[in-house]
């Protein structure tokens, strides 16, 4: 039981080291956290940069 314990509090140790090495680097880069590609700040996609994209608008598509 104190093994799995252990175990345990190690796992959640090493995943908080990494997320608060993943935060310190955005913060000392400067760089803006951007969404996926379609979300909220995903403008920089193939489809945004003239790629062969199909077209997801209705209006379009008749």
């Known amino acids: 039981m ?3 314990l252990i175990l ?3 796992a959640f140790a ?4 990494v ?3 993943m935060a310190i680097g955005v ?3 400067g760089r803006e956290i951007k969404g996926s590609c379609g ?3 995903g403008g920089d996609c193939a489809c945004s940069k003239g790629g062969n994209c199909p077209t997801t ?3 379009q598509s008749h």
């Open 2 to 4: 104190t093994q799995l």
């Open 39 to 41: 979300g909220v700040g």
């Open 14 to 17: 090493v995943m908080a080291l």
């Open 27 to 29: 913060m000392v880069t």
């Open 19 to 21: 997320v608060a090495g």
């Open 57 to 59: 608008d209705k209006a």
């Open 8 to 10: 345990t509090l190690v």
